[in-house]
């Protein structure tokens, strides 16, 4: 396989800014965004079963974003009061424009034949191209005001309304307030000169932000035309086919946020503590609801589908001291986020995770958190058939060595009414440690980062652990799979049909996601007094090691998971729906970086 991509970009601005009068000053910026990418992916024939026939892919997209904005501020200071104000509007406007083209069916394979006139056109399906533009635009107005009264009392209140082409006419415009207020006590007359607390201030705000984010012309049904050729009679006509579902209904997801926060120092700001507790609250949430394969395999309809409620407190601690040859600097923090679905359009639950053909893996419905995982529940491996014939039915072709699953509605037959919430991938807790001190010339620090609590749906392991024709590698536990001779294990027996639904959605495959992991450890030394260089600032030598160690009983690849295109089934279905779900994360990188660092 011969893959490159060839990227370009260039981006700037001009602005023009004048002062009208005292305090007065209006500005205006034009800025632009343009890159271009050229995209060539050549598989060179392999085997029958891999890369057959020799393909060649090439794309370009070129995208351009062009922002402008103008803005009016006006600031003013008299005896212990001091106001500012901003008006301003924006427009963005971008466009991307794509061509690509394949061929199959290459003589030659060289570099030089590497081209589409080199491929052997038998078929006229043998080559295709295509190309598409997409636009979007959006347009805001927004407005601040802030007061401050002898630096104790604050308070500052915004609004903006957008209004954006990804919505259809009706609801293209919305608007979003804010407002915020503090009280630095540590001002007051009575903390003034206090040695212990150097710094007290209390902070509130509450806003409102929408969402955007759901392509570019959801609210209207993309049709292709062309791709099918039917006869009627005597007459050739082409079809078209619906590619996406819009919904001429969607609007802004809003999110309504409250914050209630706490500022401290004490020493002098030797130590340091910030507290945040925090309820959010998101409405009209936009995702894309799975349709009944009734529908055909077009892609779903965004729809506001949902209320979902965040609420948590955030807290970080900062400790610095030293004297003149040493100092050091300790700075955990730590985290706590609960989520709750308030409601769903229509009162039906979604469904997510779409990675296996038993059907979807998570279940959002009213009053547990977004993407729950909704499996059947394994309790142990049938060893007899006397067992399987005294538990609830599952298949008539269950035998010894299959996985017992739970019969959670007790109607002594095992079916898609015993899948129930197992457990989701959102943390009880997450938290971080930062570390260092200087020591004369030598400087150390590590960085710690961790989650406790979350679930992971380990879906790779349902390839992992079984053998299937698709020729996957297994991993080494399956040596400890049942067999007549080895069956304290909780790995089933190996069955290719798997006739008794082993690998349906199940616990099975549900791990503790919780890891710490060592992010980054750096050691360094400056070398300016021992080599005696007058002429430099600084010469640091030093040696870093990123994602040193990670600590977890998480038995894949890494339990720092990232979203995967697969858990939408190709529909385009909203990852929020599927996360948590592993399709085999690539681990992060242990790096090892070793340098020097000169200061003139």
Same mark, same amino acid.
């Given at each position: 396989?011969?893959?490159? !991509?060839?990227?370009?970009?260039?981006?700037?601005?001009?602005?023009?800014?004048?002062?009208?009068?005292?305090?007065?000053?209006?500005?205006?910026?034009?800025?632009?965004?343009?890159?271009?990418?050229?995209?060539?992916?050549?598989?060179?024939?392999?085997?029958?079963?891999?890369?057959? #026939?020799?393909?060649?892919?090439?794309?370009? $997209?070129?995208?351009?974003?062009?922002?402008?904005?103008?803005?009016?501020?006006?600031?003013?200071?008299?005896?212990?009061?001091?106001?500012?104000?901003?008006?301003?509007?924006?427009? !963005?406007?971008?466009?991307?424009?794509?061509?690509?083209?394949?061929?199959?069916?290459?003589?030659?394979?060289?570099?030089?034949?590497?081209?589409?006139?080199?491929? $052997?056109?038998?078929?006229?399906?043998?080559?295709?191209?295509?190309?598409?533009?997409?636009?979007?635009?959006?347009?805001?107005?927004?407005?601040?005001?802030?007061?401050?009264?002898?630096?104790?009392?604050? *308070?500052?209140?915004?609004?903006?309304?957008?209004?954006?082409? =990804?919505?259809?006419?009706?609801?293209?415009?919305?608007?979003?307030?804010?407002?915020?207020?503090?009280?630095?006590?540590?001002?007051?007359?009575? *903390?003034?000169?206090?040695?212990?607390?150097?710094?007290?201030?209390?902070?509130?705000?509450?806003?409102?932000?929408?969402?955007?984010?759901?392509?570019?012309?959801?609210?209207?049904?993309?049709?292709?035309?062309?791709?099918?050729?039917?006869?009627?009679?005597?007459?050739?006509?082409?079809?078209?086919?619906?590619?996406?579902?819009?919904?001429?209904?969607?609007?802004?997801?809003? &999110?309504?946020?409250?914050?209630?926060?706490?500022?401290?120092?004490?020493?002098?700001?030797?130590?340091?503590?910030?507290? %945040?507790?925090?309820?959010?609250? &998101?409405?009209?949430?936009?995702?894309?609801?799975?349709?009944?394969?009734?529908?055909?395999?077009? =892609?779903?309809?965004?729809?506001?589908?949902?209320?979902?409620?965040?609420?948590?407190?955030?807290?970080?601690?900062?400790?610095?001291?030293?004297?003149?040859?040493?100092?050091?600097?300790?700075?955990?923090?730590?985290?706590?986020?609960?989520?709750? $679905?308030?409601? !769903?359009?229509?009162?039906? #639950?979604?469904?997510?995770?779409?990675?296996?053909?038993?059907?979807?893996?998570?279940?959002?419905?009213?009053?547990?958190?977004?993407?729950?995982?909704? *499996?059947?529940?394994?309790?142990?491996?049938?060893?007899?058939?006397?067992?399987?014939?005294?538990?609830?039915?599952?298949?008539?072709?269950?035998?010894?060595?299959?996985?017992?699953?739970?019969?959670?509605?007790?109607?002594?037959?095992?079916?898609?009414?015993?899948?129930?919430?197992?457990?989701?991938?959102?943390?009880?807790?997450?938290?971080?440690?930062?570390?260092?001190?200087?020591?004369?010339?030598?400087?150390?620090?590590?960085?710690?980062?961790?989650?406790?609590?979350?679930? !992971?749906?380990?879906?790779?392991?349902?390839?992992?652990?079984?053998?299937?024709?698709?020729?996957?590698? &297994?991993?080494?536990?399956?040596?400890?799979?049942?067999?007549?001779?080895?069956?304290?294990?909780?790995? #089933?027996? $190996?069955?290719?049909?798997?006739?008794?639904? +082993?690998?349906?959605?199940?616990?099975?495959?549900?791990?503790?996601?919780?890891?710490?992991?060592?992010?980054?450890?750096?050691?360094?030394? %400056?070398?300016?007094?021992?080599?005696?260089?007058?002429?430099?600032?600084?010469?640091?030598?030093?040696?870093?090691?990123?994602?040193?160690?990670?600590?977890?009983?998480? #038995?894949?690849?890494?339990?720092?998971?990232?979203? +995967?295109?697969?858990?939408?089934?190709?529909?385009?279905? &909203?990852?929020?729906?599927?996360?948590?779900?592993?399709?085999?994360?690539?681990?992060?990188?242990?790096?090892?970086?070793?340098?020097?660092?000169?200061?003139?």
């Amino acid at each position: 396989t011969d893959w490159q !991509i060839n990227r370009s970009r260039i981006f700037g601005n001009v602005y023009a800014e004048l002062n009208l009068v005292k305090g007065l000053k209006v500005r205006t910026t034009l800025g632009g965004d343009f890159s271009f990418e050229k995209d060539k992916l050549f598989k060179e024939y392999l085997s029958d079963a891999i890369y057959n #026939p020799t393909s060649l892919n090439e794309g370009r $997209v070129f995208n351009q974003n062009l922002i402008w904005n103008s803005t009016a501020t006006y600031d003013k200071k008299f005896g212990k009061h001091k106001i500012s104000s901003l008006l301003g509007t924006e427009v !963005i406007q971008n466009r991307t424009d794509y061509l690509g083209a394949s061929a199959n069916n290459f003589r030659r394979t060289d570099p030089l034949f590497r081209y589409l006139n080199a491929s $052997v056109a038998d078929d006229i399906k043998n080559v295709g191209v295509s190309g598409i533009a997409t636009e979007w635009s959006l347009v805001s107005y927004f407005g601040l005001a802030s007061y401050n009264y002898n630096n104790k009392y604050l *308070l500052s209140v915004a609004v903006r309304k957008d209004g954006s082409s =990804r919505f259809g006419k009706d609801n293209r415009w919305g608007v979003f307030p804010s407002v915020s207020a503090g009280w630095i006590v540590s001002n007051e007359s009575f *903390l003034k000169g206090n040695d212990f607390i150097s710094e007290l201030k209390i902070r509130a705000s509450w806003g409102k932000l929408g969402n955007q984010e759901i392509g570019v012309y959801p609210y209207s049904s993309l049709v292709n035309t062309g791709e099918r050729v039917y006869t009627f009679g005597d007459k050739i006509v082409t079809g078209a086919s619906i590619l996406e579902t819009g919904n001429s209904g969607i609007k802004w997801e809003s &999110s309504t946020q409250a914050n209630l926060g706490f500022d401290l120092g004490f020493w002098e700001d030797k130590l340091t503590v910030v507290v %945040d507790f925090f309820k959010k609250i &998101s409405n009209d949430v936009l995702v894309r609801v799975p349709i009944p394969q009734s529908g055909g395999s077009q =892609r779903p309809p965004f729809v506001n589908a949902a209320s979902i409620e965040n609420r948590g407190m955030e807290v970080a601690v900062a400790y610095r001291t030293g004297s003149k040859n040493f100092n050091y600097n300790f700075t955990p923090n730590f985290s706590i986020v609960k989520n709750n $679905v308030l409601s !769903i359009a229509g009162s039906e #639950p979604i469904l997510g995770g779409f990675g296996l053909s038993d059907g979807p893996l998570t279940k959002t419905e009213q009053g547990r958190p977004i993407g729950s995982f909704f *499996l059947w529940d394994m309790e142990g491996i049938f060893q007899t058939q006397e067992q399987i014939a005294a538990s609830p039915f599952q298949s008539k072709d269950t035998r010894p060595g299959d996985i017992k699953f739970r019969d959670i509605n007790n109607d002594k037959v095992i079916d898609d009414k015993d899948r129930f919430h197992a457990g989701n991938p959102f943390p009880d807790f997450t938290y971080g440690m930062q570390f260092g001190f200087n020591w004369k010339e030598l400087d150390f620090s590590l960085l710690i980062q961790g989650v406790q609590g979350n679930d !992971i749906y380990f879906l790779y392991g349902n390839f992992a652990y079984e053998t299937q024709s698709r020729g996957f590698n &297994s991993y080494a536990d399956i040596l400890n799979r049942w067999t007549p001779e080895n069956t304290n294990t909780n790995i #089933p027996k $190996v069955s290719i049909d798997d006739r008794n639904g +082993n690998r349906r959605p199940s616990t099975r495959f549900l791990y503790d996601g919780s890891y710490m992991r060592i992010r980054n450890i750096s050691l360094g030394y %400056d070398l300016k007094k021992l080599l005696r260089l007058d002429q430099v600032m600084a010469f640091r030598l030093y040696l870093t090691v990123q994602n040193a160690l990670t600590f977890t009983k998480y #038995p894949g690849l890494d339990p720092e998971i990232q979203a +995967n295109a697969n858990d939408t089934r190709g529909l385009g279905l &909203s990852s929020d729906l599927a996360v948590g779900i592993d399709w085999g994360t690539v681990p992060s990188p242990r790096t090892f970086v070793a340098g020097i660092k000169v200061d003139f």
